[in-house]
């Protein structure tokens, strides 16, 4: 891989991985109820989701995904299910013991999932190795490549959010400003997932 080419990775990473989405808003709203120690199976389960996404992609899955309207619109409906469904719990809590409950049950595996039901995650996914992969006569050495760097995008991007969310939790013991807190964390996750159907 030239290094204009991997230059051109890193940014997309960058700005794809440090942008607000349904992953950083749910492991920022998760350190700043939780605490950051139990945010990190969800912090983790991001990468590995990420992973495995992209394997898949790179073995055709994500060009059924683009070509198969009913398939693509399953993923958008259930994804956007989803996070109206954790907004929806999130948005009432107005203390840290209720909202911890409402969070905790977003553990690894369902953080590895939530991957598979983000359309914006398949199309991502699709675009990096339709543009850094397939056709190449080196294909499967990029892919050893690409991998690695977007896992480490994906696990910084959502530690550094976590850790955002974990510094504020003193600040948030109290109940009204938690209660707006977890209110704008709802609304984030909301706005993602009408996004999400738009894509």
Avoid: D
Avoid at 149 to 158: D, I, L, P
């Amino acid at each position: 891989m030239l290094w204009t080419e991997f230059t051109a990775l890193l940014l997309l990473a960058t700005a794809m991985s440090f942008t607000p989405g349904p992953n950083t808003t749910l492991a920022t709203a998760m350190a700043a109820n939780a605490g950051l120690r139990r945010s990190l199976r969800f912090v983790l389960a991001v990468p590995v989701g990420w992973c495995l996404l992209l394997l898949l992609c790179a073995a055709g899955a994500g060009a059924l995904v683009a070509q198969i309207p009913v398939l693509r619109w399953a993923i958008q409906l259930l994804g956007c299910g989803y996070l109206l469904w954790l907004a929806w719990r999130l948005a009432g809590s107005r203390q840290l013991t209720q909202a911890r409950r409402e969070l905790l049950h977003v553990g690894f595996g369902q953080g590895v999932l939530l991957q598979f039901v983000n359309i914006k995650a398949w199309f991502l996914a699709l675009s990096i190795i339709a543009g850094w992969v397939v056709g190449q006569p080196n294909a499967l050495q990029r892919l050893g490549i690409v991998v690695p760097v977007m896992v480490v995008f994906a696990f910084g991007s959502n530690l550094a959010y976590a850790c955002v969310g974990a510094a504020l939790r003193h600040w948030l013991a109290q109940e009204a400003r938690l209660l707006w807190f977890n209110r704008c964390m709802a609304a984030l996750l909301v706005a993602t997932a009408l996004w999400m159907l738009k894509a």
